[in-house]
């Protein structure tokens, strides 16, 4: 369960509600922890919870592959930052956006060698704190670079050695086209790591399971049954609170008997 489906709470509030619906994880959504006195102190908090717990890298405001240095520089800074966080908070894989261009005029091969050199960096970072990242697959809108599988390979291609997966979100793959989320599973299948997932209508994206209609085809649905890796239920917001009690009876039927 993303935290996001609570609202403002702390995060252990949210660790508790993913556990008191009957979730088997919660991915928290918080900003770089600086002092490691609160850390410690929201890990033992945590710690006390029976769920596994992952972590998304914050992205308002930030680019790290930004055209201004200075902004490039700072957003990397702040990612670094939800890195150490994570590895203090006892987390072991994250989620990662993976930057785009300044501008819907930008120049996306232009920026490529830069998205490369930031991911590989960032990425590096995290391993060497204990924490392996998963990039997520964005939806198609202006500015976004890593939206189809093809740009993922491409990734991976010129990055041998990146030490990260694929975060798949079902709803961004379907913006691209109903058959993205196969062609990803078919060509990039062993490279992801974490999977998110909500319903989406040809006016929205991210919606609760009782609206709208799931973007994963028969296939994906196949290979989610079988994935070992977290399923996070996102999306919704202030005008659907009941959504992590409706996801989670949704995604046992989905999931868990094969309805």
Same mark, same amino acid.
């Given at each position: @369960? !993303?935290?996001?489906?609570?609202?403002?709470?702390?995060?252990?509030?949210?660790?508790?509600? *993913?556990?008191?619906?009957?979730?088997?994880?919660?991915?928290? +959504?918080? %900003? #770089?922890?600086?002092?490691?006195?609160?850390?410690?102190?929201?890990?033992?908090?945590?710690?006390?919870?029976?769920?596994?717990?992952?972590?998304?890298?914050?992205?308002?405001?930030?680019?790290p592959c930004s055209v201004n240095p200075r902004i490039r520089q700072a957003s990397r800074d702040e990612i670094r930052g939800s890195l150490r966080a994570a590895a203090a908070l006892g987390i072991?894989?994250?989620?990662?956006?993976?930057?785009?261009?300044?501008?819907?005029?930008?120049?996306?091969?232009?920026? +490529?060698?830069?998205?490369?050199?930031?991911?590989?960096?960032?990425?590096?970072?995290?391993?060497?704190?204990?924490?392996?990242?998963?990039?997520?697959? @964005?939806?198609?809108? #202006?500015?976004?670079?890593?939206? &189809?599988?093809?740009? @993922? /390979?491409?990734?991976?291609?010129?990055?041998?050695?990146?030490?990260?997966?694929?975060?798949?979100?079902?709803?961004?793959? +379907?913006? /691209?086209?109903? $058959?993205?989320?196969? &062609?990803?599973? $078919?060509?990039?299948?062993?490279?992801?790591?974490?999977?998110?997932?909500?319903?989406?209508?040809?006016?929205?994206?991210?919606?609760?399971?009782?609206?709208?209609?799931?973007?994963? !085809? #028969?296939?994906?649905?196949?290979?989610?049954?079988?994935? *070992?890796?977290?399923?996070?239920?996102? %999306?919704?917001?202030?005008? +659907?609170?009941? *959504?992590?009690?409706?996801?989670?009876?949704? @995604?046992?039927?989905?999931?868990?008997?094969?309805?």
């Amino acid at each position: @369960m !993303s935290s996001r489906l609570l609202g403002n709470v702390t995060l252990w509030e949210a660790a508790e509600a *993913a556990a008191h619906l009957g979730f088997a994880g919660v991915e928290l +959504w918080t %900003g #770089p922890l600086r002092r490691r006195l609160s850390a410690r102190s929201i890990r033992r908090r945590l710690d006390a919870v029976p769920v596994r717990r992952y972590l998304h890298v914050p992205f308002h405001d930030l680019n790290p592959c930004s055209v201004n240095p200075r902004i490039r520089q700072a957003s990397r800074d702040e990612i670094r930052g939800s890195l150490r966080a994570a590895a203090a908070l006892g987390i072991r894989q994250v989620v990662l956006h993976p930057g785009r261009v300044s501008n819907t005029k930008g120049d996306a091969d232009g920026l +490529w060698p830069v998205l490369v050199e930031s991911l590989v960096e960032l990425c590096a970072y995290a391993d060497r704190r204990g924490v392996r990242v998963a990039i997520e697959a @964005m939806e198609r809108r #202006p500015k976004e670079v890593l939206v &189809r599988p093809e740009e @993922m /390979v491409r990734l991976f291609s010129d990055a041998p050695g990146l030490k990260a997966g694929i975060c798949l979100d079902l709803a961004h793959a +379907w913006t /691209v086209d109903p $058959e993205c989320a196969d &062609r990803f599973v $078919e060509g990039l299948g062993e490279r992801i790591i974490h999977v998110h997932y909500s319903h989406v209508s040809e006016e929205k994206i991210h919606l609760p399971l009782d609206r709208g209609l799931s973007p994963a !085809s #028969p296939s994906t649905l196949g290979f989610l049954r079988t994935f *070992a890796g977290p399923i996070t239920l996102e %999306g919704a917001g202030r005008a +659907w609170p009941d *959504a992590a009690k409706v996801g989670i009876d949704a @995604m046992r039927r989905l999931f868990e008997e094969g309805g």
